[in-house]
């Protein structure tokens, strides 16, 4: 049945699409993740806030970034962010921001948007007694979040929020929008090039399946030593 | 030391505390009971401005309390507190319970910190228990360790929030032993709780709440000779039945 097919393809491009692709495709999450866990752990701090103002807009941010396609938040932003980033200087040209910085920049305010959610949860789950502790301590409000809520915070989000990280690996492959290499375009260039769409899109699905699914093994074995913890 | 004058508090429309006055001197052992929702945990929370309050004064030390421009952290330092569900950091060791605030908050040492903490942790009983983590003490062990976390930070004076309502009979009076001792060694202190042993032992006065009011603030034998006001009698009739 495969007898058409040329699997050899896949081994001759191995350097190619994990040097260049897998490579990308691993940076832009792993900085993703790092930005939107501190952005969304900022946001959901602001979303708790007793000062309504700063609530309104952190919710407001949320809301609208959970309610817009990525593909659409990654061609705006891919636009947008040379004019910010121009205007926030003071310059009156647009400055130059890579695809790859634009892409690094947009996915760290989408997903902070979903990080937010789980980490406002994770807040929340801490009971107000461990927050009173602190306070009665003499701890102020900086500290007690640091010390006391957001590390159980953390702790008890740590599987929700590598759940996440999965998802965010996949969307990544949605920069082929601006015409970046990541791991899923390597493979298709290689496979327009070659001519073999069929073995290469089979490669590249399986690759995603089997990072995929290790990493959710992973997170069911730290759920269940994380309950222990507990 | 501390002064609480007219102090009253409302949930929304709903009146928790009316009018609540008292006084408790240096070195003084006060205890305040009543029924649950009487308002005394509200009370003594008031007292170091967890629970915010809208009328009245109540200063510590001559500082007020409710004054918006009091460093309430500075003054939270200087009060302990002992929580019913002891309220330890469960994501720290016994050692980085007792050290955190004495670093972060009086600004100490590590080293100094954790010399403080064994030595409290000693007094309490508990020093081979240094390095575990609160969920392997029992309730009676990790209230002790919260009675030296709040000690670590040189109090002048403590509070206590029915410190032995959660636990099991057989650790009441581990925890009892440690604050009779606090109190003979002259620790300010105010104390919620229905263990009216431990009233009769060491208490200078007896505050009765009931409805959100003082009904009752009287020295301690007067309070258990002859009690005016009925719902004390009735109060106490019924908890020192068996």
């Given amino acids: ?230 | 030391m501390i002064s609480i004058r007219d102090v009253s508090k409302w949930y929304g429309s709903f009146q928790v505390l009316t009018e609540c006055s008292t006084e408790v001197a240096k070195g003084e052992v006060v205890v305040v009971c009543g029924p649950s929702g009487s308002g005394k945990s509200t009370l003594i929370k008031c007292v170091n401005g967890l629970e915010p309050f809208q009328q009245g004064i109540i200063t510590v030390e001559g500082i007020s309390v409710g004054d918006p421009t009091t460093d309430l952290p500075k003054l939270r330092a200087r009060i302990g507190m002992v929580f019913q569900n002891f309220e330890l950091f469960p994501h720290m060791t016994v050692t980085q319970n007792l050290t955190l605030a004495q670093i972060k908050v009086l600004g100490r040492s590590r080293e100094e910190a954790l010399a403080k903490g064994l030595a409290l942790l000693e007094r309490v009983g508990l020093k081979d228990h240094a390095g575990k983590f609160p969920g392997n003490l029992s309730g009676g062990q990790q209230q002790r360790v919260a009675i030296a976390r709040a000690l670590c930070m040189d109090p002048i004076a403590m509070l206590f929030d029915e410190p032995t309502s959660a636990l099991d009979p057989e650790m009441i009076n581990e925890v009892l032993d440690v604050m009779v001792q606090l109190a003979q060694e002259g620790m300010t202190m105010m104390v919620v709780t229905h263990e009216m042993g431990f009233a009769r032992r060491v208490a200078d006065r007896v505050i009765f709440m009931d409805g959100g009011r003082i009904v009752e603030d009287a020295a301690k034998e007067e309070f258990f000779g002859t009690p005016r006001s009925e719902r004390a009698q009735l109060f106490l009739s019924k908890i020192l039945q068996h």
């Fill in chain 1, 1 to 230: 049945m495969f007898s058409g097919f040329d699997f050899e393809v896949i081994w001759r491009s191995l350097p190619y699409l994990f040097r260049e692709g897998m490579s990308f495709t691993v940076t832009l999450t792993l900085l993703a993740m790092s930005g939107g866990v501190v952005f969304g752990t900022l946001l959901a701090m602001m979303r708790l806030a007793h000062f309504r103002p700063l609530s309104l807009v952190a919710a407001s941010y949320v809301n609208l970034m959970r309610s817009v396609p990525l593909v659409l938040v990654i061609f705006w932003f891919y636009f947008l962010v040379p004019w910010i980033g121009g205007w926030a200087i003071g310059a009156s040209q647009p400055i130059h921001v890579g695809a790859f910085w634009s892409s690094v920049i947009t996915f760290t305010m989408f997903e902070a948007a979903y990080y937010c959610e789980i980490m406002r949860a994770g807040i929340q789950s801490i009971a107000r007694g461990q927050v009173a502790a602190g306070n009665a301590l003499g701890l102020n409000y900086w500290q007690t979040m640091a010390h006391i809520v957001l590390p159980q915070a953390f702790r008890n989000m740590l599987p929700v929020l590598l759940t996440q990280t999965v998802i965010l690996f996949q969307d990544t492959s949605l920069v082929y929008v601006i015409s970046v290499t990541d791991f899923l375009g390597a493979a298709a260039k290689i496979a327009n090039r070659d001519g073999r769409l069929v073995e290469m899109y089979l490669f590249a699905a399986l690759v995603y399946f089997v990072v995929s699914f290790a990493a959710s093994r992973f997170v069911r074995r730290l759920q269940a030593s994380v309950a222990v913890i507990r």
